[in-house]
């Protein structure tokens, strides 16, 4: 009933938006800061800078008559915004709406090939970067884009931005903005490849805002704080849209800091905060913050009442409400390109861990668009029966991978796919998965529903291995692994071992300073790990290597998920661990692993 309550009202207003050709977001801003009830309001926080909804709208108006007089930006065109997360990128994101062009969002982390792939993907005529940053824009990239123009916004840049006039664009300009068209280019991670653009309607923009403020209870008196990067549909969509769907106050660090966090959370009296990946892990392992003065605990000092996010897990999901006293968990399942989410929000320990869950209604109304189906992992497709040809739906409680339903005659109506890339779109899409001619999109995420109609992660396609004619989920064993007291974070994935069949579970991990014993960890250490994982998990699924790696070596992108890519090439091999420490699982404990040992191993010599 939350969620009906949440969805009923968003869809009347896009329907009511969309009859009024008013679906754009840029009308949003307008709203809020021509009302006399909201024009004062706080919009935005930045640092030591704060904006109302007036000053915003002002300062857009200027944003938005520069890049069209000055730069000829054109309505439809998509211009490359290359930014940190500042005030700067949202007036140019909302600029950018008013005289009906489309942002193309780049993960300013990105140099080289990745970063020119991008710009050609949403053939941008114009990349307009955060000075901070302008270093990752070589002139290999300046040479692969000749037909581009990169425009770094300096301070002196953004003063002849002010000065123009704050005249508002005529409507002609956002005509097009209906709720099929694109509203914002967003690209993916690209951990196993080139980024991919997803294409982000105006439809979808604004039923995921509309519904997530109101599931997660938003208000027009709230701080949204995230250091969450925007370039992602994450803080974007969640965060950003979020908050200006509520006409609340949007507050946001240039990048996450462990460091500081809590304090720009108690600078900004946030009452949401985002999260994404190991975000509450990094916040977990810093050390209890202690006022310098009065030695008062500042953990649980802020106002905040719910943790929205994705990536929470299990072992650190009552760890993280504990220590900072955080009283919801609002988890969510999604991806940018997706058609659909699942929801949790959680106050109990009833859905601890949970992506999502569901009621009677729910599943009456939704139940049909949903399927989790068995998967072959060998070739990393659903399992289809050899009789029918039909996939099979996995049972309750067993995981499988998660499909979301598509209209078969017109999928483009629920996916819009990638840009400029139909390969890629049409392998989200599955055919004939349970009758002829039916189509559902591929999350590739493993997933199980319980009986209790609780949803949780189980592993990324790819990420899970098999081991001794078992599949190994990566996700369970990393939180199996998590839950002992001296590890601080960990990795888990499949090594290729000589003379073995499927792959070897290894964790990379980062242990706790108390645990280690001249920078290696302590033989009591490595045999209470042993006795944990054994009593934990099946024996097929025990991690047989372990890594010890220091914090900075484990790869994430750039919203803190982990990447496993690298640590599995790299397998266990002496010759590609560099300085790392490598032990292996032998009896009650683990011990060294090391050359002599991985010739024993190829040499046939050694059983596991």
């Not at 965060?239 to 106050?249: A, I, K, Q, V």
Request: hydrophobic share 40%.
């Amino acid at each position: 009933m939350k969620m009906l309550a949440s969805i009923l009202p968003t869809v009347a207003n896009v329907a009511w938006w969309t009859a009024r050709g008013r679906v754009s977001f840029f009308y949003r801003l307008e709203d809020l800061a021509t009302s006399k009830s909201s024009e004062n309001r706080l919009f935005l926080k930045f640092e030591d800078k704060t904006y109302t909804y007036a000053q915003a709208y002002d300062t857009v108006l200027r944003y938005a008559n520069w890049l069209k007089d000055q730069r000829g930006v054109k309505k439809g065109e998509m211009v490359a915004l290359n930014f940190q997360n500042t005030d700067t990128f949202i007036f140019l994101a909302l600029a950018l709406w008013a005289i009906g062009a489309v942002p193309a969002l780049v993960n300013y982390n990105l140099t080289g090939k990745s970063l020119s792939h991008c710009v050609k993907r949403a053939n941008a005529r114009l990349m307009l970067i955060d000075p901070t940053i302008a270093g990752n824009v070589g002139d290999d990239v300046r040479a692969e884009l000749s037909g581009t123009t990169f425009e770094v916004v300096t301070p002196e840049l953004e003063r002849q931005m002010l000065a123009c006039e704050p005249t508002r664009p005529p409507d002609e300009l956002r005509s097009e903005a209906t709720g099929e068209a694109m509203g914002m280019l967003i690209y993916t991670s690209g951990t196993t490849g080139l980024p991919k653009a997803a294409i982000v309607s105006w439809a979808k923009i604004a039923v995921v805002s509309g519904f997530t403020s109101r599931l997660v209870g938003t208000t027009k008196k709230d701080v949204f704080y995230t250091a969450m990067p925007l370039y992602h549909s994450t803080a974007m969509l969640m965060g950003f849209c979020h908050t200006l769907s509520t006409g609340g106050t949007f507050a946001i660090s240039r990048k996450f800091s462990t460091s500081h966090f809590w304090d720009d959370v108690r600078k900004h009296d946030a009452n949401i905060i985002q999260y994404v990946g190991e975000t509450c892990r990094y916040l977990l392992s810093a050390p209890i913050r202690l006022d310098p003065v009065t030695g008062e605990n500042l953990d649980r000092k802020h106002n905040v009442r719910a943790a929205f996010g994705n990536g929470l897990r299990p072992d650190v999901w009552n760890q993280f409400k504990e220590r900072f006293g955080i009283e919801t968990i609002a988890e969510f399942y999604g991806a940018t390109e997706g058609t659909f989410a699942t929801w949790n929000v959680s106050k109990n320990d009833f859905s601890m861990g949970a992506v999502g869950r569901s009621g009677g209604i729910y599943n009456i109304l939704l139940g049909r668009s949903v399927a989790i189906v068995e998967v072959d992992h060998e070739t990393e497709l659903p399992y289809r029966d050899p009789k029918t040809g039909f996939c099979i739906k996995a049972g309750r409680g067993e995981p499988g991978e998660l499909l979301f339903l598509l209209p078969s005659k017109n999928t483009e109506e629920r996916f819009q796919g990638y840009y400029g890339d139909k390969g890629a779109t049409s392998k989200k899409i599955m055919r004939d998965v349970f009758s002829k001619g039916d189509a559902w999109f591929r999350t590739g995420d493993v997933v199980r529903w319980d009986s209790e109609n609780r949803i949780y992660f189980t592993d990324r396609i790819g990420d899970t291995f098999r081991w001794k004619s078992e599949n190994v989920s990566t996700a369970e064993v990393a939180h199996v692994v998590g839950l002992h007291p001296a590890v601080q974070e960990s990795n888990v994935y499949g090594v290729q071992l000589p003379g073995h069949e499927g792959r070897a579970g290894c964790a990379a991990i980062v242990f706790r300073p108390s645990a280690l014993n001249g920078g290696v960890p302590s033989s009591e250490t490595l045999r209470s790990l042993a006795e944990h994982v054994r009593a934990g998990l099946p024996k097929f699924a025990l991690p047989l290597f372990v890594r010890v790696v220091k914090v900075e070596a484990l790869h994430s992108t750039g919203t803190n998920k982990q990447s496993k890519v690298a640590l599995r090439d790299e397998g266990v091999d002496p010759a590609k661990t560099g300085e790392d420490d490598v032990y292996w699982l032998r009896g009650e404990t683990y011990v060294r692993f090391g050359p002599a040992e991985w010739q024993a191993l190829q040499g046939g010599k050694a059983r596991l």
